[in-house]
């Protein structure tokens, strides 16, 4: 009866080396989801604020050319 624990625990150990090892990867995965979601997030609020602030600049040229003609 000894035998057969023992053949249990061998077979049973490798399992959960495995289930914690890809537990932890999957949570390494999912912190390193949401940092490039976030980053993704501040490129493109980076990218529509200079799309915004060249779109002004180009207003106020304008209506400075308009003015003056």
């Known amino acids: 009866m000894n035998d057969v624990g023992r053949l249990f625990a061998a077979f049973l150990a490798p ?10 990867i999957l949570s390494i995965n999912v912190r390193l989801m949401g940092i490039v979601s976030r980053l993704r997030h501040y490129v493109h ?7 915004t602030k060249l779109r002004h600049t180009h207003l106020k040229s304008s209506q400075l050319r308009r003015g003056r003609n």
């Open 45 to 51: 609020a980076k990218y529509d604020a200079a799309k």
């Open 15 to 24: 399992a959960l080396l495995v289930s914690a090892t890809s537990l932890l």
